[in-house]
């Protein structure tokens, strides 16, 4: 029996490049990606001669972008219109599902499959630091923890708001590990993680926003125990087969490109919203090698909101209405990019 794959046709043999993203939200029905995802099909792209193939109902299906022809088998069929490339995406006319697949079964992919789609699935938020660990001590005696949970829950409630699936690692003055923390991360449909920390330092001037995103991991760096363990964890609810660890380097090698493609750009978009919505200078997104980052498997970036270390600072973080303000830009924020950018 065919295994059930979700590695759409990202998978791609030596010297072809994987499908670019689209940069728009494209209906995901209208995606050969989406189609992949939906029929559960392991579908191979080769970027050099434009093809998608797959196999399906026992016959090798081909597809040339630019064309209208399909091949499926021996046999040629032709479709309405010819598949074209938007902005990065493979993109189907609407008889092709019918004329390739048939009737539309009722399979859909594991894990949702919105993982690889145009749609955002579930976001973890992550409030830095908690119960026994105060996280930094600010001005004031104002904890880190604290300020970090109230932004974090109206940064959740911002995004429930707007139907987005919400993960939060805490909602309460908790103790959680870091491991459990990405373990959230590599559930079913999570497409982002975000978390959320307060600065310090020993100077009271140090001031701004900063926003970091996960550097380059060298191989010491990926065979980190929690980092296997989450791959592990995120492959089997991929219903991969178990004995292939070819496949599971493919999907391990295609979400950390995935990965370290999108998290500076969203970083970027965090730090820079932030920084104009509080009026607080951007200090800019920055590469960095924070457990967090390194162990999540999905686009992650970690926000420094303010230094509680700073007098000025603190005591508008203290503020309600000014933690609302930071939640309400880092929602925007996410929310622009992604849809924007079609994460
Ligand atoms: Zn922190």
Same mark, same amino acid.
Request: glycine share 10%.
């Given at each position: 029996?065919?295994?059930?794959?979700?590695?759409?046709?990202?998978?791609?043999?030596?010297?072809?490049?994987?499908?670019?993203?689209?940069?728009?939200?494209? =209906?995901?029905?209208?995606?050969?990606?989406?189609?992949?995802?939906?029929?559960?099909?392991?579908?191979?792209?080769?970027?050099?001669?434009?093809?998608?193939?797959?196999?399906?109902?026992?016959?090798?299906?081909?597809?040339?972008? $630019?064309?209208?022809?399909?091949?499926?088998?021996?046999?040629?069929?032709?479709?309405?219109?010819?598949?074209?490339?938007?902005?990065?995406?493979?993109?189907? =006319?609407?008889?092709?599902?019918?004329?390739?697949?048939?009737? %539309?079964?009722?399979?859909? %992919?594991?894990?949702?499959?919105?993982?690889?789609?145009?749609?955002?699935?579930?976001?973890?938020?992550?409030? $830095?630091?908690?119960?026994?660990?105060?996280?930094?001590? !600010?001005?004031?005696?104002?904890?880190?923890?604290?300020?970090?949970?109230?932004? %974090?829950?109206?940064?959740?409630?911002?995004?429930?708001?707007?139907? *987005?699936?919400?993960?939060?690692?805490?909602?309460?003055?908790?103790?959680?590990?870091? %491991?459990?923390?990405?373990?959230?991360?590599?559930?079913? $449909?999570?497409?982002?993680?975000?978390?959320?920390?307060?600065?310090?330092?020993?100077?009271?001037?140090?001031?701004?926003?900063?926003?970091?995103?996960?550097?380059?991991?060298?191989?010491?760096?990926?065979?980190?125990?929690?980092?296997?363990?989450?791959?592990?964890?995120?492959?089997?609810?991929?219903?991969?087969?178990?004995?292939?660890?070819?496949?599971?380097?493919?999907?391990?090698?295609?979400?950390?490109?995935?990965?370290?493609?999108?998290?500076?750009?969203?970083?970027?978009?965090?730090?820079?919203?932030?920084?104009?919505?509080?009026?607080?200078?951007?200090? !800019?997104?920055?590469?960095?090698?924070?457990? *967090?980052?390194?162990?999540?498997?999905?686009?992650?970036?970690?926000?420094?909101? !303010?230094?509680?270390?700073?007098?000025?600072?603190?005591?508008?973080?203290?503020?309600?209405?000014?933690?609302?303000?930071?939640?309400?830009?880092?929602?925007?924020?996410?929310?622009?990019?992604?849809?924007?950018?079609?994460?």
């Amino acid at each position: 029996m065919v295994r059930i794959l979700l590695v759409g046709f990202l998978i791609f043999t030596a010297g072809c490049a994987t499908v670019p993203r689209s940069t728009v939200v494209v =209906p995901v029905e209208t995606t050969l990606e989406g189609l992949c995802s939906k029929y559960a099909l392991d579908c191979s792209w080769d970027g050099v001669a434009q093809t998608v193939s797959m196999d399906y109902g026992g016959q090798r299906i081909q597809a040339l972008v $630019g064309s209208s022809l399909v091949m499926v088998g021996k046999n040629k069929l032709s479709l309405s219109a010819p598949i074209k490339r938007h902005r990065g995406a493979v993109v189907v =006319p609407p008889d092709f599902e019918k004329l390739v697949f048939g009737p %539309a079964d009722q399979k859909t %992919a594991a894990g949702g499959g919105s993982f690889l789609g145009r749609r955002l699935g579930k976001v973890v938020v992550d409030a $830095g630091h908690g119960g026994k660990d105060p996280g930094a001590i !600010g001005f004031g005696r104002l904890k880190e923890k604290d300020v970090n949970l109230d932004i %974090a829950s109206r940064v959740a409630r911002n995004l429930k708001e707007a139907g *987005v699936d919400v993960i939060q690692t805490r909602s309460d003055d908790d103790f959680i590990a870091l %491991a459990e923390r990405t373990a959230a991360a590599s559930r079913p $449909g999570v497409d982002l993680f975000i978390s959320i920390h307060s600065n310090a330092t020993k100077s009271r001037r140090a001031s701004g926003i900063e926003v970091y995103y996960v550097g380059p991991l060298n191989l010491e760096d990926k065979c980190e125990v929690q980092r296997l363990q989450n791959e592990r964890k995120l492959c089997g609810l991929l219903n991969m087969r178990k004995d292939s660890s070819d496949l599971k380097g493919v999907v391990t090698d295609m979400l950390y490109t995935y990965k370290v493609a999108d998290a500076p750009r969203l970083a970027e978009a965090v730090a820079r919203g932030l920084s104009q919505a509080v009026g607080q200078v951007s200090r !800019g997104s920055k590469a960095a090698r924070y457990y *967090v980052l390194r162990n999540t498997l999905v686009p992650a970036v970690l926000v420094e909101v !303010g230094f509680i270390s700073n007098p000025k600072e603190a005591a508008q973080l203290k503020e309600g209405a000014y933690r609302q303000k930071i939640a309400d830009a880092i929602t925007k924020s996410l929310m622009r990019y992604v849809y924007a950018q079609g994460i």
